[in-house]
């Protein structure tokens, strides 16, 4: 089956141009110049022709960051593989890597079998894993290197979650050491935990148990004083580190110090760092807060205020938009906190969303077209070794296409989101810019506001390693 995309703009992170992408079987096999071939299918050979007349032509968004199924507070991520892909498809986004997790005291061989298990056959666009590391012992830093061989390439390290999650400093270094010997990619959850277990305890005795005490207790200069503390460990190792989910000024100023010297230190933020905040989202009247917990914290006005984190996805500071995707319903699983911010369960569901919300910055002025398209498909690509195969539209890559309308308008409700969620972080939002058509490894996934894909589309992926590090 060949497909013929003809009249649109072709983006990419270097630039925009009028050409046509001839796709044949599940790869893109030709970019010609605009004119290039017969506009009619019969005459131009191709089986099908996509008139993509006023959009851009993207290549499909890669969210590297979501968490389906993640078990959290006694409950869990309320999205499975299934109906998370199909949302990521209905926003452009057809390659998602997810984390797949060990608690500490779990065996990593057996935590990465189940998340196999979960994701095999269900999913909707092509996925890969991280691995989390939550018991960063010998054996698992042994796993490491059999991971790494097949295509487990980057994980996770989380400085915050004591009992759960958490790896001490020499937990973080000995990672970070097999990571510099193995290539691959440490990325961390920065966030002093403990610390952060104190503050909240203290709150908690005092009565003050409302969801925004969430955010009060998890201060941003605990996320810059972890950011720092892990900048230096890699340094000593020797090793590249890459942020999850930046949310704080002072993060990001220790980010950019150490990119400034020249040392291979990466961040990613999320949508809901953008444009969310402390005060009126998590701080909202009655429960209703709780739809906003999520860790790092959303973040005083005063940080979002001074659009840092724009100013950070322009330098570069900030390489890449993931969304953290990890939702819970109000009902019955938020709800498990209603007396004790504590139990809320930690996490927001946005991987529907992610392209929409940052081509509203390029509409509002904040990002070029080409830095949208890098932010979150080509330099996700790169960072995480899926590179040339996603994140470019090239003779040879994955046919992952999206045709986007600047000119339509997208409205985010959870009366028409795909997410299984109950609410909606940005309900109400009327945004500029809408997905229009979906391709994944040529088949067409969405078009005419039509879901046409299937489970098990989807394969999974196994990654190389980073080709971003300098
Ligand atoms: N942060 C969240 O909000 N949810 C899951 C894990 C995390 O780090
Ligand atoms: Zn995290
Ligand atoms: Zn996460």
């Not at 925009?16 to 893109?28: F, K």
């Not at 724009?310 to 993931?322: H, K, M, Q």
């Amino acid at each position: 089956m060949t497909t013929l995309i003809k009249n649109g703009t072709v983006v990419s992170a270097t630039g925009r141009h009028a050409a046509e992408v001839l796709v044949d079987g599940t790869s893109i096999v030709a970019v010609m110049a605009p004119g290039s071939a017969p506009a009619q299918a019969a005459e131009s050979g191709a089986d099908r022709v996509i008139d993509a007349t006023g959009k851009y032509v993207v290549p499909g968004g890669i969210d590297c960051h979501t968490h389906m199924e993640l078990p959290f507070g006694g409950t869990f991520a309320s999205d499975t593989f299934e109906i998370g892909t199909r949302a990521a498809a209905w926003g452009g986004t057809t390659t998602i890597i997810d984390f797949a997790v060990q608690k500490t005291g779990e065996n990593v061989r057996d935590c990465l079998d189940l998340w196999h298990s979960k994701a095999e056959g269900e999913c909707a666009v092509d996925y890969a894993f991280h691995m989390i590391m939550g018991g960063v012992d010998d054996a698992a830093l042994k796993e490491m290197d059999s991971l790494v061989d097949e295509g487990i390439t980057s994980f996770k390290l989380f400085m915050a979650y004591p009992g759960v999650f958490y790896s001490d400093d020499g937990q973080i270094l000995r990672a970070m050491q097999k990571a510099a010997n193995n290539g691959a990619l440490i990325t961390m959850h920065a966030e002093n935990g403990i610390a952060i277990d104190v503050l909240a305890e203290q709150a908690a005795a005092r009565g003050q148990t409302d969801p925004v005490y969430h955010g009060i207790t998890r201060p941003s200069r605990m996320e810059g004083e972890a950011t720092n503390r892990a900048i230096q460990l890699a340094l000593v190792a020797g090793a590249p580190v890459y942020f999850v989910h930046l949310s704080a000024s002072e993060a990001l100023e220790r980010v950019a110090e150490a990119r400034d010297a020249g040392h291979n230190v990466f961040a990613e933020t999320c949508p809901q760092y953008l444009y969310l905040n402390l005060e009126d989202h998590l701080g909202a009247p009655g429960f209703a807060g709780a739809g906003y917990v999520c860790s790092p914290p959303l973040r005083t006005k005063e940080h979002t205020h001074h659009n840092d984190l724009w100013r950070g996805l322009r330098t570069n500071d900030l390489a890449i938009v993931a969304t953290d995707h990890c939702p819970f319903c109000m009902k019955d699983q938020k709800e498990l906190g209603k007396d004790d911010f504590r139990a809320i369960p930690n996490g927001i569901g946005g991987v529907e969303h992610r392209m929409d919300l940052i081509y509203q910055g390029v509409a509002m002025g904040e990002l070029s077209l080409e830095r949208w398209v890098e932010t979150c498909s080509t330099t996700p690509a790169r960072m995480f070794g899926l590179y040339p195969q996603k994140g470019v539209i090239a003779p040879g890559s994955d046919a992952d296409i999206v045709l986007y309308d600047p000119m339509a308008k997208t409205e985010i409700s959870v009366d028409t989101h795909h997410m299984s969620m109950d609410y909606s972080a940005y309900e109400g939002y009327t945004i500029d810019g809408k997905v229009d058509t979906v391709m994944s490894k040529g088949r067409v996934l969405i078009e005419d506001d039509t879901y046409h894909g299937e489970k098990g589309h989807g394969a999974y992926l196994r990654r190389g390693l980073s080709t971003y590090l300098q």
